[in-house]
């Protein structure tokens, strides 16, 4: 989980391709017209949001017992509530950094339909986990590799 541009996708693939699980990526979960609002520049609503967690809910349902990993920015309690609806049992792990950081990342990030605007308007939006939620915040300064390997370090048993 984190906000747009923390490595989701990137820590995401490399630590399911370590774990030997299946990989998904939230954004193939939502529906065209979120895409379109999203580059339009304008942020979803809750129930613009409501379709796309279930459908990475029904993902995680249909995964449990066999494990996966899925990259989803989970901004608030309710959202990561909603998945754990799923019935899976699930570990959050928060891609934790600075705006700055993340800002920086952006401007350099082509291609993609989130835009850099929406930056703060996720910053305002993120509830980092509480202490009964089952996950941890990981670092996101350095490489990919080593954030990959901070993440595995939290979830070894």
Known sequence: MGVSGS?????????AERLDVAYAEADSFHPPANIRK????TPLDDEDRRPW???IARWLSERSGQG???????LRRRYRDRLRDSGAPLFFLHLDGSEELIAGRLKDRKGHFMPRSLLRSQFATLEPLEPDE????VPIGGTPAEVTERAL???AP
Request: hydrophobic share 55%; charged share 10%; aromatic share 0%.
């Open 134 to 137: 089952h996950g941890a915040a």
């Open 7 to 15: 490595g989701k996708s990137t820590v995401g693939e490399l630590l």
């Open 38 to 41: 999203m580059a339009a520049g």
């Open 153 to 155: 370090a939290v979830l």
């Open 53 to 55: 967690l279930d459908a």
């Open 68 to 74: 996966g990993v899925v990259s989803c920015s989970a």
